[in-house]
């Protein structure tokens, strides 16, 4: 006899704990990718109490996202002059959380992200709009690393032939 009835209690405890680790281990990777890509997009604050965004709050966030705004310029330009092409998305994707992180303080700090201050109603486009560019400057810095960057490398080394 193949299986004998008298294992069938041990068969059936050992898949239950092979069905068990199967998930623990499914579930683990699950909960470490969605924390890790958490951290990737960056962490921001609390919102700032609705009474506390005025005039010269939001007027300091505007030059904060300004900032932001150049810097996300300064590193991208950074990012596509860099050599060879591979390290540009490594050098965008370890310096882009911490931005990123900044942008969602700012945004804290307004209340951009909940827009429920009218007066703030200019500056959560300019910072939604700015959020938007980081995702195609992100989008970029990776197709060149891959494709755009090596190509050009590729000419480079021709042209020096």
Same mark, same amino acid.
């Given at each position: 006899m193949k299986n004998p009835p008298e294992y069938r209690p041990f068969r059936l405890a050992l898949w239950a704990l092979y069905i068990s680790a199967a998930l623990f281990i499914v579930a683990t990777l699950a909960v470490n990718g969605f924390?890790?890509?958490?951290?990737?997009? %960056?962490?921001? %604050?609390?919102?700032?109490?609705?009474?506390?965004?005025?005039?010269?709050?939001?007027? #300091?966030?505007m030059g904060e996202l300004q900032v932001l705004h150049a810097e996300l310029n300064a590193q991208m330009n950074q990012t596509l002059g860099s050599q060879p092409a591979?390290?540009?998305?490594?050098?965008?994707?370890?310096?882009?959380? %911490?931005?990123?992180?900044?942008?969602?303080?700012?945004?804290?700090?307004?209340?951009?992200?909940?827009?429920?201050?009218? #007066? #703030?109603?200019?500056?959560?486009?300019?910072?939604?709009?700015?959020g938007?560019?980081?995702?195609h400057y992100t989008t970029l810095a990776v197709q060149f690393s891959k494709e755009i960057g090596p190509h050009s490398e590729k000419l480079f080394k021709a042209m020096e032939s």
């Amino acid at each position: 006899m193949k299986n004998p009835p008298e294992y069938r209690p041990f068969r059936l405890a050992l898949w239950a704990l092979y069905i068990s680790a199967a998930l623990f281990i499914v579930a683990t990777l699950a909960v470490n990718g969605f924390f890790l890509a958490r951290e990737r997009m %960056g962490v921001g %604050g609390e919102p700032a109490a609705v009474e506390a965004v005025d005039a010269a709050a939001l007027t #300091a966030c505007m030059g904060e996202l300004q900032v932001l705004h150049a810097e996300l310029n300064a590193q991208m330009n950074q990012t596509l002059g860099s050599q060879p092409a591979r390290t540009g998305r490594l050098q965008w994707e370890d310096w882009s959380p %911490g931005w990123r992180t900044r942008l969602l303080a700012v945004g804290a700090r307004c209340r951009l992200e909940t827009g429920d201050v009218p #007066a #703030a109603k200019a500056i959560k486009e300019a910072y939604d709009r700015l959020g938007l560019l980081h995702r195609h400057y992100t989008t970029l810095a990776v197709q060149f690393s891959k494709e755009i960057g090596p190509h050009s490398e590729k000419l480079f080394k021709a042209m020096e032939s």
